[in-house]
Nanobody
Framework: QVQLVESGGGLVQAGGSLRLSCVVSGNIFRINAMGWYRQAPGKQRELVAARTTGGSTNYADSVKGRFTISRDSAKNSVILQMNSLKPEDTAVYYC??????????WGKGTLVTVSS
């Protein structure tokens, strides 16, 4: 049973920072990429940032220059450092892992609330 467990969400004022962590446990096949998605109320889930095992990264335009994704492949974990947070960053953030067979795995989500 594969589990993705997120931590680090919470309430922060605009301009502040948060650090999200996600650890994968269980019998997962080789991971190809890990990343973070978010879903705000009334909106579709969207990609925030992703990083492949090879080191390639992809960021949503809205977070470039503010968020940084990093991975610890040995620990099957991914970190999202979020700086200069804005109220529009408020959402439930979901950890995602994709294995080399293109199987997707999801965490249960962690809530990030940015107050103005």
């Amino acid at each position: 049973q594969v589990q993705l467990v997120e931590s680090g969400g919470g309430l922060v004022q605009a301009g502040g920072s948060l650090r999200l962590s996600c650890v994968v446990s269980g019998n997962i096949f080789r991971i190809n990429a890990m990343g973070w998605y978010r879903q705000a109320p009334g909106k579709q889930r969207e990609l925030v940032a992703a990083r492949t095992t090879g080191g390639s990264t992809n960021y949503a335009d809205s977070v470039k220059g503010r968020f940084t994704i990093s991975r610890d492949s040995a620990k099957n974990s991914v970190i999202l450092q979020m700086n200069s947070l804005k109220p529009e960053d408020t959402a439930v953030y979901y950890c995602n892992a994709v294995d080399v067979r293109q199987m997707n795995y999801w965490g249960k989500g962690t809530l990030v609330t940015v107050s103005s």
